[in-house]
Nanobody
Framework: QVQLVESGGGLVQAGGSLRLSCAASGSIFSINVMGWYRQAPGKQRELVAQ???????NYADSVKGRFTISRDNAKRTGYLQMNSLKPEDTAVYYC??????????????????WGQGAQVTVSS
C-alpha cells in the first residue's frame, strides 16, 4: 500500500525557516509530479509548489522567492524549504504525488496520493 509520510512541521518565528519532507513508500512503479498544498483555518486548500519528474517547478505567487521545492527520486522523497516565513504562511501543509502503484504484479493507472498533513505555525 502506497503511503506518503510528511515530517518537519512546527512552530517558528516570523522570518525563520522550516523544511518539510515527504517520503513515499510501498509498491511504487513511478512517481510523476510531486506537490505541496496548504490549508489555513477557514480557507480552501491551495497549491504552494509543484515539481515534475524532470525537475521543472511551479510556485504560488505568494511564496515565490521564499520557498523552494525539490525532490530526490532515488529516495522517493520530496522537500519544501521554506524561508522568510510570515504569519500568513500558517497552515496545514499537505504533500501530494502522482503515483503508479504496483498491485498484484500489475502497474496500476497513475493517481494522486496525499500525505497526512503537517502543521506549520509562524508567530509574529
Amino acid at each position: 500500500q502506497v503511503q506518503l509520510v510528511e515530517s518537519g512541521g512546527g512552530l517558528v518565528q516570523a522570518g525563520g525557516s522550516l523544511r518539510l519532507s515527504c517520503a513515499a513508500s510501498g509498491s511504487i512503479f513511478s512517481i510523476n509530479v510531486m506537490g505541496w498544498y496548504r490549508q489555513a483555518p477557514g480557507k480552501q486548500r491551495e497549491l504552494v509548489a509543484q515539481i515534475t519528474l524532470g525537475g521543472s517547478t511551479n510556485y504560488a505567487d505568494s511564496v515565490k522567492g521564499r520557498f523552494t521545492i525539490s525532490r530526490d527520486n532515488a529516495k522517493r522523497t520530496g522537500y519544501l524549504q521554506m524561508n522568510s516565513l510570515k504569519p500568513e504562511d500558517t497552515a496545514v501543509y499537505y504533500c501530494s504525488a502522482e503515483i503508479r502503484e504496483i498491485i498484484e504484479g500489475v502497474v496500476a493507472t497513475m493517481r494522486p496520493y496525499w500525505g497526512q498533513g503537517a502543521q506549520v505555525t509562524v508567530s509574529s
